[in-house]
Nanobody, 114 residues
């Protein structure tokens, strides 16, 4: 059974940083593309960063240059380093496979105050 467990969220001031982690179990992690999604109140969930099994990355324009996605295949974990955070980054952040998806985890709340 696939399980996704996100952690590392919190409350920070604008300009601050956070590092999110997502522990993945129940799959052959190293060959799966993974992504970080976020959902702000009243908005649709959006994909903000993705990383292939081989380590190639891609970012939404809104986070390019500020967020960095990485993975540790030995630990079945994907990370999202978020720098220069803005109030508009406030959302619940989720990880999931890309393309396709597994059952969603609980997410981790990120709140950025101005």
């Amino acid at each position: 059974q696939v399980q996704l467990v996100e952690s590392g969220g919190g409350s920070v001031q604008a300009g601050g940083s956070l590092r999110l982690s997502c522990a993945v179990s129940g799959v052959v992690f190293s060959i799966i593309g993974m992504g970080w999604y976020r959902q702000a109140p009243g908005k649709q969930r959006e994909l903000v960063a993705r990383i292939t099994g081989g380590g190639s990355t891609n970012y939404a324009d809104s986070v390019k240059g500020r967020f960095t996605v990485s993975r540790d295949n030995a630990k079945n974990t994907v990370f999202l380093q978020m720098n220069s955070l803005k109030p508009e980054d406030t959302a619940v952040y989720y990880c999931n496979r890309v393309p396709g998806w597994y059952p969603w985890g609980q997410g981790t709340q990120v709140t950025v105050s101005s």
